[in-house]
C-alpha cells in the first residue's frame, strides 16, 4: 500500500521560510518523479514543482527562485524548500507519486502519478 506522508506546513509571516517533507513507502522510490501541488481555497490544484529520479527539477514560475524542490533517496523523502514566502503561497500542499517528468523542446512537463497525500496547510501572513 502506498503512503505519503506530509509534514512542515504551518503559519508564517510574509517573507519567511518554511521546509515540506513527504515520505513516501510502498512504492520503489528512487524510479519515482514526485511532484507537489498546491490549491488555495476556491481555487484549482496546480503543481508547484517537481523532481525526475535523476534529480531534474521544473517550477512554475510564481515560485521559481524562491522554492527549491530536491530529494533523499535513501530516506524516500521529497522536500519543499520554501523562501520568501507570500501570502498569495497560502494553500494546502500536496505531495504526488509515481508521476513523470518528461522535457520537451517547451520545457519540462509534469504529469501527474495516482498517489497522494493528505495534504498540509501551509498559511502565509501579511
Known amino acids: 500500500q502506498v503512503q505519503l506522508v506530509e509534514s512542515g506546513g504551518g503559519l508564517v509571516q510574509a517573507g519567511g521560510s518554511l521546509r515540506l517533507s513527504c515520505a513516501a513507502s510502498?512504492?520503489?522510490?528512487?524510479?519515482?518523479?514526485m511532484g507537489w501541488y498546491r490549491q488555495a481555497l476556491g481555487k484549482q490544484r496546480e503543481l508547484v514543482a517537481a523532481?525526475?529520479?535523476?534529480?531534474?527539477?521544473k517550477y512554475v514560475d510564481s515560485v521559481k527562485g524562491r522554492f527549491t524542490i530536491s530529494r533523499d533517496n535513501a530516506e524516500n523523502t521529497v522536500y519543499l524548500q520554501m523562501n520568501s514566502l507570500k501570502p498569495e503561497d497560502t494553500a494546502v500542499y500536496y505531495c504526488?507519486?509515481?508521476?513523470?517528468?518528461?522535457?520537451?523542446?517547451?520545457?519540462?512537463?509534469?504529469?501527474?502519478?495516482?498517489?497522494w497525500g493528505q495534504g498540509t496547510q501551509v498559511t502565509v501572513s501579511s
Open positions: 504526488n507519486a509515481d508521476g513523470s517528468l518528461r522535457t520537451y523542446a517547451s520545457g519540462p512537463v509534469y504529469y501527474p502519478g495516482n498517489y
Open positions: 510502498g512504492i520503489t522510490f528512487s524510479f519515482n518523479a
Open positions: 523532481i525526475s529520479s535523476g534529480g531534474r527539477t
